[in-house]
């Protein structure tokens, strides 16, 4: 039990060191942990996504309270939501305690801005990790595709392009229209 429950700390602790980028960036740390573990589905993190999207506060600490909680129950959320926000909080007194070095050395600023490019690269296999659960379903005879859920993937995505300057607000309004619209065809 307590070699589990360490494990389960190392493994948030892991998905906070490196999942750079905010909150989305720890959802492809979360499906390597279900595919390595028993101790959630890809599905289960599909609904961690969905949950924690759904309520108030960071996500990437709400999926990684959930994802503990599932695991251990409170003192596993409790454990994985620390574990994941320790590296930040190490990392950012290491930072503050050299800021002035930190501001003007070229090679911290050109590594920083490189780090933009992972940044896009975790984003972008999080969206797939999400989108491939809800657009394709694995049968027996292969892969059975959605249109209406892939049709309407590309009308958000355009418009997120298009408009990317909205309230988050309108965008869930606009998502749940659209869904609503093709869910009607169905």
Known sequence: MLSEVLLLCFEFFKTGLFAIGGGLATIPFLYDIADRMSW???????????????????????????????????????????????PSIIIILIIAKFLKEFDKNKFVVGALYSLKAVVIALFILALWNVYSVTLVTPTDAGMTFHPIEIISFIVMLFLAIKFKKLNPLIWIGVGAVIGIIFSLGT
């Open 40 to 86: 959630f589905t890809r599905y289960d993190v599909a609904m961690f996504i969905a949950i924690s999207e759904a309520t108030p506060g960071p996500v990437g600490i709400n999926m990684a309270t959930y994802a503990g909680y599932k695991v251990f129950g409170i003192f596993g959320g409790i454990l994985s939501t620390l574990s994941l926000v320790a």
